[in-house]
């Protein structure tokens, strides 16, 4: 049995899709035997390649990377302060590459090294960002055309974009939104959808941590009527307590979690049964050796999976995360996004490809995506900019994005 040992650890950063992504190369002795994984944290990339560069590097080149576990838990461990989205999103590319790694010398693709297939492909969701109401039902109506049974609408993008604003006469900079005008045409929306769709097609919603956790409560009892699939981030991560009577007063399925990384964020929300759909960004939480135990455990307490798959998701991000659900039993559905598209096929080759909405991973070893470095050059980062995320009430107030 061949002795691998790491030779280098490497990242890239580039926007297939006019959106930053990072992903991380680790190479071996064997130069036929490397691995790629998915660290992207668009806001806060460049700290992330830091850490990686900086830190992650020195600590693994000489190391066996076989032994995934043991270098998980020591990157971990070895910046003492953990459990923060730069220092996971490091470790993850890592961890993701490790795995790819692994499952190149096994001759396997992912799915077969976690038991094998439990389904034959991945049920997803795509998004419909309409305008108004009536817009929302014709491009649901394309959507149902191209195959899609599981969709989530919103209207005017996170907290809808309000006619009346009532403002002070000098505004501070920001997105503007009314949190009533938000929840009463979301209400009319679904009222609409179900008038037009009846319940053939699986609607879900994002409020985006846009409500206060009275009106979040509010909220999801108007919608209860209209059988949504799940009302996602009705509540943010600092008012995880209030999830526990938003989950006593509804009968709305819950999905909470793309903004997780810390265990305790989802530990108490799993053994409590607070959700009914884990949404973790896999990256954000470390990689696939904390996710496959978050996994088993979600399985354990009857919570099904339904990951995050931005647009700031590299093709091995979402690769990743299909590999997990195709191979989980408690696997309910996951996130694919419009602005995926020819670019992301052209630098990720391996892509999971979307038909009649459900994903479909390829059976090659590994995570199944390598990374076209050439074709990577073609499409360098963009400036940053974090406009979406400077949300505010009418009075000015910033409001989580």
């Known amino acids: 049995m061949n002795q691998f040992t790491i030779t ?26 490397f691995g790629w994984g998915c660290a992207t944290f668009t806001q806060r990339y460049k700290a992330v390649e830091t850490v990686v ?7 693994l080149i000489g190391k066996d990377p076989q032994r995934i576990e043991d270098l998980w838990q020591t990157m971990t461990n070895s910046s003492y302060w953990r459990n923060g989205p730069v220092l996971n999103n490091a470790i993850s590319g890592v961890d993701m590459a490790l795995w790819d790694i692994k ?20 049920p997803a969701y795509i998004h419909v960002g309409a305008r108004t109401i009536e817009d ?8 149902v055309q191209q195959g899609w049974r599981n969709i989530r609408v919103q209207i005017g993008g996170y ?22 005008e938000y929840m009463d045409t979301t209400v009319a929306l679904f009222a609409r959808l179900r008038e037009e769709f009846g319940n053939e ?19 999801a009892k108007r919608l209860e ?24 007063q509804t009968s709305i399925p819950l999905a909470i979690g793309e903004l997780f990384n810390n265990p305790h964020e989802w530990m108490d929300v799993l053994t409590n049964r607070y959700t009914d759909y884990l949404r973790l960004h896999i990256s954000q939480a470390g990689g696939i050796t904390p996710v496959r135990k978050i996994i088993a455990m979600a399985e354990m307490f009857g919570i099904r999976t339904a990951w995050h798959g931005p647009g700031d998701l590299s093709g091995i991000g979402h690769a990743v995360s299909a590999q997990l659900s195709i191979s989980s039993p408690n696997c309910g559905v996951q996130e694919w996004s419009n602005s ?3 670019n992301t096929y052209t630098v990720f080759p391996g892509t999971p490809m979307i038909r009649k909405g459900y994903l479909y991973v390829n059976d090659q070893p590994g995570i199944g995506v390598t990374v076209d470095e050439a074709a990577a050059e073609e499409f360098p980062p963009v400036a940053v900019t974090d406009d979406w995320t400077l949300a505010r009430l009418p009075d000015g107030t910033a409001a989580r994005p």
Not at 104 to 121: N, S, T, V
Not at 167 to 176: D, I, T, V
């Open 225 to 248: 009527p209209y059988n949504l699939f799940f009302l996602e981030d009705a509540l943010p991560p600092e008012q995880i307590d209030w999830l526990a009577r938003l989950r006593q």
């Open 136 to 143: 929302a039902v014709t491009m649901v109506r394309d959507k």
């Open 8 to 33: 280098n650890v490497s990242t890239l950063v580039t926007a297939p899709e006019g959106i930053n992504l990072l992903v991380v190369k680790v190479t071996t002795n064997d130069p036929a035997i």
């Open 103 to 122: 499952g190149k010398i096994a001759g396997l693709p992912l799915y077969e090294l976690f038991g094998g297939k439990c389904r034959d492909a991945v």
């Open 159 to 180: 907290g809808g974009k309000a006619q009346n604003l009532h403002c002070p006469s000098h505004k501070s900079a920001g997105h503007y939104y009314d949190p009533q």
């Open 340 to 342: 995926i598209g020819e």
């Open 201 to 219: 097609i699986s609607f879900s919603h994002d409020v985006h941590e846009r409500l206060a956790p009275a009106d979040a409560l509010n909220f």
């Open 53 to 59: 560069n900086d830190y992650l590097k020195p600590f």
